[in-house]
């Protein structure tokens, strides 16, 4: 993204927090500003999260919030992942996505029987 791109985005992002403040009846979860890293290498991605860390001031964590395990997702995160407004840059292991993909291959194959039941939309 670019120094342009990033200033927009903020721009927008405060735009959002304004238009929500001025409509207290519309409802929202959560505010969440999440970053995937994505390198040429699981060690390029990790040192680019190692450097968001670092320039963060914020340790890097497993996926339970403890120390990354082998294989697991690796993140940067301000605010708990349940909170309701939190940032988070994540690295996902080049193995842990092999098998994501092997699974999500047959994503296509099998069609579960349903009640094919039409949502009313609101009027």
């Known amino acids: 993204m670019s120094p342009e791109e990033r200033a927009e985005a903020l721009e927008q992002a405060r735009d959002l927090i304004a238009w ?20 040429e290498s699981d060690e390029a991605e990790l040192a680019e999260l190692a450097s968001i860390s670092a320039a963060a001031g914020i340790a890097i964590t497993g996926t339970f919030g403890g120390a990354p395990q082998d294989g697991d997702h690796q993140y940067v995160r301000r605010g708990g992942r349940y909170e309701p407004v939190y940032y988070q840059a994540v690295a996902i292991p080049s193995e842990y996505m092999a098998r994501h993909d092997a699974l999500y291959s047959y994503r296509d194959c099998v069609e579960p029987e349903t009640n094919k039941t039409v949502l009313a939309t609101a009027a």
């Not at 929500?20 to 390198?39: M, Q, T």
Request: without cysteine; aromatic residues 10%.
């Open 20 to 39: 929500l403040e001025s409509n207290p009846d519309i409802p929202f979860d959560n505010i969440e500003v999440r970053y995937s890293v994505h390198g």
